[in-house]
Protein backbone atom coordinates (compact mmCIF):
# COMPACT_ATOMS: atom_id res chain seq x y z
CA UNK A 1 0.00 0.00 0.00
CA UNK A 2 1.12 3.69 -0.81
CA UNK A 3 1.64 6.11 1.87
CA UNK A 4 -1.27 8.36 1.80
CA UNK A 5 0.12 12.53 1.69
CA UNK A 6 -0.91 14.56 4.19
CA UNK A 7 -3.92 17.03 3.61
CA UNK A 8 -3.59 20.67 3.72
CA UNK A 9 -5.38 20.40 6.87
CA UNK A 10 -3.14 17.76 8.60
CA UNK A 11 -0.18 19.66 7.44
CA UNK A 12 -1.50 23.12 9.11
CA UNK A 13 -2.35 21.39 12.35
CA UNK A 14 1.18 19.28 12.25
CA UNK A 15 2.30 23.50 12.00
CA UNK A 16 0.33 24.72 14.57
CA UNK A 17 1.14 21.65 17.27
CA UNK A 18 5.31 22.07 16.29
CA UNK A 19 6.82 24.32 18.74
CA UNK A 20 10.05 23.92 17.64
CA UNK A 21 8.99 26.78 14.47
CA UNK A 22 8.52 29.52 17.09
CA UNK A 23 11.24 32.07 17.68
CA UNK A 24 12.72 32.04 21.20
CA UNK A 25 12.12 35.68 21.79
CA UNK A 26 8.02 35.54 21.34
CA UNK A 27 7.01 36.04 24.85
CA UNK A 28 3.07 35.43 25.12
CA UNK A 29 1.13 37.48 27.51
CA UNK A 30 -0.70 35.57 29.76
CA UNK A 31 -2.89 38.43 31.80
CA UNK A 32 -0.89 37.87 35.22
CA UNK A 33 -2.37 34.93 35.85
CA UNK A 34 -0.11 32.10 37.35
CA UNK A 35 -1.83 29.51 34.95
CA UNK A 36 -0.39 26.63 36.78
CA UNK A 37 -2.24 27.40 40.32
CA UNK A 38 -5.73 27.49 38.26
CA UNK A 39 -4.74 24.60 35.78
CA UNK A 40 -3.82 22.69 39.01
CA UNK A 41 -6.49 24.33 41.59
CA UNK A 42 -3.52 25.26 43.65
CA UNK A 43 -4.52 27.64 46.93
CA UNK A 44 -1.54 29.82 45.98
CA UNK A 45 -1.49 32.96 47.03
CA UNK A 46 -1.11 35.13 43.97
CA UNK A 47 -0.11 38.97 44.15
CA UNK A 48 -2.38 40.78 41.40
CA UNK A 49 -2.85 44.63 40.71
CA UNK A 50 -6.41 45.85 41.75
CA UNK A 51 -7.49 48.93 40.23
CA UNK A 52 -10.20 50.67 42.18
CA UNK A 53 -12.36 53.74 42.89
CA UNK A 54 -12.85 55.57 46.21
CA UNK A 55 -15.53 57.78 45.84
CA UNK A 56 -14.74 59.73 49.26
CA UNK A 57 -11.48 60.95 47.47
CA UNK A 58 -13.14 60.93 43.97
CA UNK A 59 -9.71 59.50 42.35
CA UNK A 60 -8.80 56.07 40.79
CA UNK A 61 -5.87 54.23 42.33
CA UNK A 62 -4.35 50.63 41.49
CA UNK A 63 -2.60 48.60 44.43
CA UNK A 64 -0.96 45.22 44.55
CA UNK A 65 -3.32 42.67 46.91
CA UNK A 66 -2.65 38.99 47.54
CA UNK A 67 -5.22 36.82 47.01
CA UNK A 68 -6.10 33.30 46.52
CA UNK A 69 -8.59 31.86 44.18
CA UNK A 70 -11.96 30.44 45.46
CA UNK A 71 -13.33 27.09 44.95
CA UNK A 72 -17.58 27.40 43.25
CA UNK A 73 -18.05 25.00 45.98
CA UNK A 74 -16.89 27.52 48.32
CA UNK A 75 -18.66 30.33 46.64
CA UNK A 76 -21.78 28.61 47.03
CA UNK A 77 -21.57 27.70 50.67
CA UNK A 78 -20.58 31.55 51.09
CA UNK A 79 -23.75 32.41 49.36
CA UNK A 80 -25.68 30.38 51.29
CA UNK A 81 -24.27 31.49 54.77
CA UNK A 82 -24.99 34.93 53.31
CA UNK A 83 -28.61 34.51 52.22
CA UNK A 84 -29.49 32.60 55.98
CA UNK A 85 -27.75 35.68 57.99
CA UNK A 86 -28.52 39.22 56.57
CA UNK A 87 -25.90 40.94 58.77
CA UNK A 88 -23.29 39.49 56.97
CA UNK A 89 -21.88 40.54 53.37
CA UNK A 90 -20.86 38.26 50.66
CA UNK A 91 -17.22 40.79 50.18
CA UNK A 92 -16.80 40.62 53.39
CA UNK A 93 -17.08 37.17 54.15
CA UNK A 94 -14.76 36.26 50.59
CA UNK A 95 -12.42 38.63 51.90
CA UNK A 96 -11.80 37.02 55.39
CA UNK A 97 -11.27 33.57 53.90
CA UNK A 98 -9.23 34.62 50.26
CA UNK A 99 -7.32 37.98 51.13
CA UNK A 100 -3.86 38.28 52.55
CA UNK A 101 -0.93 40.46 53.43
CA UNK A 102 2.45 40.22 51.80
CA UNK A 103 3.55 38.02 54.15
CA UNK A 104 0.93 35.50 53.31
CA UNK A 105 -0.76 36.12 56.62
CA UNK A 106 -4.99 36.48 56.26
CA UNK A 107 -6.54 39.79 57.14
CA UNK A 108 -8.84 40.11 60.38
CA UNK A 109 -12.10 41.38 59.94
CA UNK A 110 -11.13 44.84 61.13
CA UNK A 111 -8.26 45.40 58.91
CA UNK A 112 -11.07 44.51 56.08
CA UNK A 113 -13.61 47.52 57.09
CA UNK A 114 -10.46 49.74 57.36
CA UNK A 115 -9.66 49.36 53.68
CA UNK A 116 -9.78 52.42 51.63
CA UNK A 117 -13.72 52.51 50.03
CA UNK A 118 -13.86 50.67 46.38
CA UNK A 119 -11.20 48.20 47.31
CA UNK A 120 -13.09 45.24 49.14
CA UNK A 121 -15.37 45.14 45.96
CA UNK A 122 -12.48 45.47 43.54
CA UNK A 123 -10.77 42.91 45.76
CA UNK A 124 -13.72 40.70 45.49
CA UNK A 125 -14.18 41.20 41.53
CA UNK A 126 -10.15 40.23 40.72
CA UNK A 127 -11.05 36.92 43.50
CA UNK A 128 -13.92 35.95 41.19
CA UNK A 129 -12.24 36.68 37.88
CA UNK A 130 -9.07 34.38 38.69
CA UNK A 131 -11.27 31.34 40.48
CA UNK A 132 -13.52 31.76 37.16
CA UNK A 133 -16.09 32.96 38.75
CA UNK A 134 -17.93 35.04 36.30
CA UNK A 135 -21.64 34.69 36.78
CA UNK A 136 -23.53 36.67 38.97
CA UNK A 137 -27.41 35.15 39.33
CA UNK A 138 -28.28 38.59 41.17
CA UNK A 139 -27.01 40.65 37.99
CA UNK A 140 -28.13 38.00 35.14
CA UNK A 141 -31.87 38.74 36.90
CA UNK A 142 -31.54 42.20 37.19
CA UNK A 143 -30.79 42.49 33.49
CA UNK A 144 -33.12 40.40 32.52
CA UNK A 145 -35.86 42.37 34.28
CA UNK A 146 -34.10 46.02 32.18
CA UNK A 147 -34.01 44.05 28.92
CA UNK A 148 -37.61 42.64 29.61
CA UNK A 149 -38.97 46.03 30.44
CA UNK A 150 -37.81 48.07 27.09
Known sequence: MA?????????????????ND?????????DDIEIEALINNCDEIMPRRVEYFNPQKNEKRAIIIHIKPISHGKHTQLQNLVRKNKNKSMVEEVLKRQLFNSKGEQLSPTQIEKLQAGLPEAAYEEIRYISGLFR???????VKEIVKND
Open 136 to 142: DKGQELI
Open 3 to 19: KEEKTEREELIDDLIDE
Open 22 to 30: LPEDIEVPL
